[in-house]
T-cell receptor, first 115, second 115 residues
Framework: AQSVTQLDSHVSVSEGTPVLLRCNYS??????LFWYVQHPNKGLQLLLK??????LVKGINGFEAEFKKSETSFHLTKPSAHMSDAAEYFC?????????????FGTGTKLQVIP | AAGVIQSPRHLIKEKRETATLKCYPI?????VYWYQQGPGQDPQFLIS???????DKGSIPDRFSAQQFSDYHSELNMSSLELGDSALYFC??????????????FGPGTRLTVL
């Protein structure tokens, strides 16, 4: 079975402080994991992806995520939040089930950045 | 770099009408996915195509159909539109590589409003 849980529906941080968006997953296969960002009225943009190489993945705009198999987690972090980071973030798990790629989106985390 | 193109970007229809959404994948990508994102909802997978054949099916209503053409573009046809079909429809494309999970790149979406 495949599932993904984003533990916080809303996260609020002050500009310049660290960001932590949490994601836990389950997969019966070796999964690939992704973070996408969606700004208001915009499409989904790929931030970063994990595909069984290095467990610490660096993405665009200073974001990174660490794949922890023992904790089945793939939390997204950024050392210092910027106003432009305010958006909704989706954690996505993908694996090959029965020869087909199956993709499941998390329910999203809205990030608010306070000036 | 070329991205996924969707047309139209906005569409307004009345109940019981039909709509056709188009998706042009990134050049050389062979796989297309369709997602529906209702207001305040996370994206829901509808259907995917690989090399012009249906590859996977999600929560696509029977009133909807889709296909992928010889030039790899895809069209989502929606008939007997209902108010609940109002949503943002995303297309994503990827290049399927044997033995690995492909990364999906999303288009900007088509916003469908059913009146």
């Amino acid at each position: 079975a495949q599932s993904v849980t984003q533990l916080d529906s809303h996260v609020s941080v002050s500009e310049g402080t660290p960001v932590l968006l949490r994601c836990n997953y389950s997969s019966s296969y070796s999964p690939s994991l992704f973070w996408y960002v969606q700004h208001p009225n915009k499409g989904l943009q790929l931030l970063l992806k994990y595909t069984s190489a290095a467990t610490l993945v660096k993405g665009i705009n200073g974001f990174e995520a660490e794949f922890k198999k023992s904790e089945t987690s793939f939390h997204l972090t950024k050392p210092s939040a910027h106003m432009s980071d305010a958006a909704e973030y989706f954690c996505v798990v993908s694996d090959q089930s029965g020869g087909y790629q199956k993709v499941t989106f998390g329910t999203g985390t809205k990030l608010q950045v306070i000036p | 770099a070329a991205g996924v193109i969707q047309s139209p970007r906005h569409l307004i229809k009345e109940k019981r009408e039909t709509a056709t959404l188009k998706c042009y994948p990134i050049p050389r990508h062979d796989t297309v996915y369709w997602y529906q994102q209702g207001p305040g909802q996370d994206p829901q997978f509808l259907i995917s195509f690989y090399e012009k054949m249906q590859s996977d099916k999600g929560s696509i209503p029977d009133r909807f159909s889709a296909q992928q053409f010889s030039d790899y573009h895809s069209e989502l046809n929606m008939s007997s539109l209902e108010l609940g079909d109002s949503a943002l429809y995303f297309c994503a494309s990827s290049l399927r590589l044997a033995g690995s999970t492909d990364t999906q790149y999303f288009g900007p979406g088509t916003r469908l409003t059913v009146l």
